[in-house]
């Protein structure tokens, strides 16, 4: 297994676009969640999975967010109508039951 | 309200110093503590974790950390610094198992030649 992989590592897109980004978790880690980290700032909480069940979500996920994880193994966050606040790095993590948190490389977002 | 701190934002150590920094928490029970580094323009890599048992944990890259229930602490630190431990670190905390990670803001540390 080759770890947490996410899926572009950058984007660059204008104001008002959607963007979509992949995450690919440990195959056999059940929970998926995503992060925000901002510049100098540590990550914020999003949103988590386990299985294919969302089952929290951050006041930070506006409506212009979205996350699934429809099979139970990969997951995809939207970001409809971007704006220049989304611009940050977009991190994805997954863990089994030893708690044994893997994050990916994280996909950077710069909306121009 | 629950929060992790990390009071120190920017930390400028000699070559071969040692290192210390710092970590505090405000939970109600004791939650599951983590130290993770991050380099420039990268993901998270986990230096170390504690769960219960000895309150001095060891990790990778020589660094370990010790648990102060008294202080609600956490800190993480490294004997012998070597110039490519200059990262941002970051403490983390869950409250119950497979919840979420909650940051602290991050110390950045910068390693003088």
């Known amino acids: 297994d080759t770890g947490v992989s996410q899926d572009p590592r950058h984007k660059i897109t204008k104001r008002g676009q959607n963007v979509t980004f992949r995450c690919d978790p440990i195959?056999?880690?059940?929970?998926l969640y995503w992060y925000r980290q901002t510049l100098g700032q540590g990550p914020e909480f999003l949103t988590y999975?386990?299985?294919?069940?969302?089952?929290?979500k951050s006041r930070l996920l506006s409506d212009r967010f979205s996350a699934e994880r429809p099979k139970g193994s990969f997951s995809t966050l939207e970001i409809q109508r971007t704006e220049q606040g989304d611009s940050a790095m977009y991190l994805c993590?997954?863990?089994?039951?030893?708690?044994?948190?893997?994050f990916g490389s994280g996909t950077r977002l710069t909306v121009v | 309200a629950q929060s992790v701190t990390q009071p120190d934002i920017h930390i400028t150590v000699s070559e071969g110093a040692s290192l210390e920094l710092r970590c505090n928490y405000s939970?109600?029970?004791?939650?599951?503590l983590f130290w993770y580094v991050q380099s420039p323009g990268q993901g998270l890599q986990l230096l170390l974790k504690?769960?219960?048992?000895?309150?001095l944990v060891q990790g990778i890259k020589g660094f370990e950390a010790e648990f102060k229930r008294s202080q609600s602490s956490f800190n993480l630190r490294k004997p012998s610094v070597h110039w490519s431990d200059a990262a941002e670190y970051f403490c983390?905390?869950?409250?119950?198992?497979?919840?979420?990670?909650?940051f602290g803001g991050g110390t950045r540390v910068l390693v003088k030649p």
């Open positions: 983390a905390v869950v409250v119950a198992a497979g919840n979420k990670l909650t």
């Open positions: 939970y109600g029970a004791t939650p599951y």
């Open positions: 195959s056999e880690h059940n929970r």
């Open positions: 993590a997954s863990s089994s039951t030893d708690m044994g948190y893997t």
């Open positions: 999975f386990q299985n294919e069940a969302q089952l929290e």
């Open positions: 504690y769960f219960s048992g000895d309150t």
